[in-house]
């Protein structure tokens, strides 16, 4: 009891010292000042009167919304004489796991540096600026030569990477479960199974309305839609975040989801928020990254052909860009097992003012945010609360080990047959879906169902949903699997998921096929 009082101390006072230096602190502290000119304001209930104020005036609400973004990200409680490092990652293994990846992307970069003859990061010349910042709103119509640039690792290169993670304190045979887990993945790392996934998805139930099932055309729109949109409505007056929160886990309206999203991340569009999206700009037309090339090639080589993100090629660049600059991105590494890369402008090496941080998929935003500051925070909130854990290792819950480990684990348990059948052909599983889940399933789902799945990964703040999502399909074609052959004829069937629809998937395979 004393260390649960200790432990919750522990954390008000840190959430106290980060809103501190934010700009709601500034604003509440300013609406408070202001209110001491009121009438209703008696110097004999000051307190009481102010406390009374901000809550009328919705400032209190702001603050428990803030609050609440906090607690969202803010990691597990540890001893209190546990080093830093363990707040990024409890497990040594992993740590180093983690660094040895990262040493590895560096000589990537270094070498292609190298071979390039080109500097991790330079001043641009003046000519270049303007002629950059003339054409902001229109780089999808550059062409650069970008041939001799290579991409740093692909999936398959990170996967190879957690296939060979293995805990130094286990031997073989240790443990029963362990030694008879087949897959890939062979790290003892603790993961949900059935029962504990409906616990956690109880919303996602047979007698459950859900907006990606109940707004089909066969079902009368007055029997859910009409509803749940009313319902949306009132949260978004509300203004609550836990609200919004627990709402979208039945999926959001469209035409109300963009206004929900920011409200659980607690994004708004301050006069200040635009203004440091504008610093984040300059320093992209001032400084050239070598990064910049790559995004710039990622880009054409994906969003550039797909035929849902293509009319986004300009947004995309200038979301990337601008973040690969945000040194507030570097907050989020307080509890990622990763740690930030950096470069140094040429000829000031070891001047800290002089340094560029490297910081780590945004296209599907663009459907929701037609604003560049606003859809830049939108996708920056996301990377820093979810998807960074999908390129680092580390042993969240809703880090890539543990969804491999927990999709592996429901496809062995609850699918036997198929996985012995896929494992017997050198088909293993996860070497199809590790691309789907590394990326969110984002280029691989129909825009709208994507949106669905990322609605419910925003509702149940975590990424194990993709994991069930990918056993779901592979339950789904597990007619067609069980008579394929060979990996290419395994990856041939689930070759295409545009047509998939996610929430009817996901019941199914939660609550009526296996048990």
């Not at 008696?42 to 609400?61: Q, V």
């Not at 950096?342 to 459907?367: D, M, Q, T, W």
């Not at 060979?486 to 545009?498: G, Y």
Request: net charge negative; hydrophobic share 40%.
């Amino acid at each position: 009891m004393l260390q649960e009082e200790s432990d919750l101390s522990l954390i008000i006072a840190q959430i106290v010292q980060k809103l501190k230096g934010s700009s709601l602190y500034a604003q509440l502290e300013r609406q408070a000042w202001a209110s001491l000119q009121r009438p209703e304001i008696k110097l004999e209930s000051l307190k009481e009167d102010i406390k009374r104020f901000l809550k009328t005036s919705g400032w209190e609400k702001k603050l428990q919304n803030a609050v609440y973004s906090e607690l969202s990200v803010f990691p597990l409680p540890t001893h209190p004489a546990a080093p830093p490092e363990h707040l990024k990652e409890p497990l040594v293994y992993m740590r180093k796991a983690q660094g040895s990846w990262e040493k590895r992307i560096l000589k990537s970069l270094n070498s292609m540096c190298t071979e390039l003859s080109i500097p991790l990061a330079r001043k641009r010349p003046v000519g270049e600026q303007k002629e950059l910042l003339n054409k902001w709103n229109e780089m999808g119509t550059d062409e650069p030569d970008l041939s001799l640039f290579r991409p740093v690792y692909a999936p398959k290169d990170f996967l190879e990477v957690l296939i060979n993670l293995r805990n130094p304190n286990y031997e073989n045979g240790d443990s029963l479960s362990f030694r008879t887990h087949l897959g890939l993945i062979q790290v003892p790392l603790k993961v949900k199974d059935i029962p504990e996934l409906k616990e956690l998805f109880v919303e996602l139930g047979l007698t459950t309305g859900q907006l990606g099932i109940d707004d089909s055309t066969q079902v009368p729109p007055e029997l859910f839609e009409n509803e749940h949109v009313r319902i949306g409505q009132k949260v978004l007056a509300e203004q609550d975040s836990a609200a919004a929160q627990q709402y979208v886990r039945q999926g959001s309206p469209t035409a109300l989801r963009a206004e929900l999203w920011a409200l659980i991340l607690n994004i708004s569009s301050q006069p200040e928020d635009i203004l440091y999206y504008e610093q984040l700009k300059t320093n992209v037309i001032q400084h050239d990254l070598l990064v910049d090339s790559l995004i710039y090639k990622d880009v054409k080589l994906t969003a550039s052909n797909d035929d849902y993100y293509f009319v986004f090629e300009d947004y995309l660049y200038q979301v990337l860009l601008c973040f690969s600059r945000d040194t507030s991105v570097l907050g989020h590494f307080a509890y990622n097992s990763a740690s930030p890369p950096r470069s140094y402008i040429r000829g000031k090496l070891g001047i800290e003012e002089y340094a560029v941080f490297y910081p780590p998929n945004v296209a599907p935003l663009c459907f929701l945010y037609h604003e560049p500051s606003k859809l830049y925070q939108m996708f920056r909130e996301m990377y820093v609360r979810f998807f960074f854990r999908l390129h680092s290792i580390s042993s969240h819950p809703s880090g890539i080990v543990s969804l491999c480990l927990l999709f592996e684990t429901l496809l062995q348990t609850y699918l036997p047959q198929l996985f012995y059948h896929l494992r017997e052909i050198g088909a293993q599983p996860l070497r199809i879906s590790f691309k789907w889940m590394v990326r969110a399933f984002s280029g691989y789902l129909a825009t709208d169902q994507l949106l669905l799945l990322w609605d419910r990964i925003l509702g149940y703040n975590s990424l194990e949903i993709l994991a069930v999502l990918a056993a779901a399909v592979f339950a789904f074609r597990a007619v067609n699997l069980m008579e394929v052959t060979s990996l290419a004829a395994a990856e041939a069937v689930l070759a295409d998921l545009s047509t998939l629809k996610v929430m009817p998937l996901l019941q199914i395979f939660l609550f009526a096929t296996v048990t």
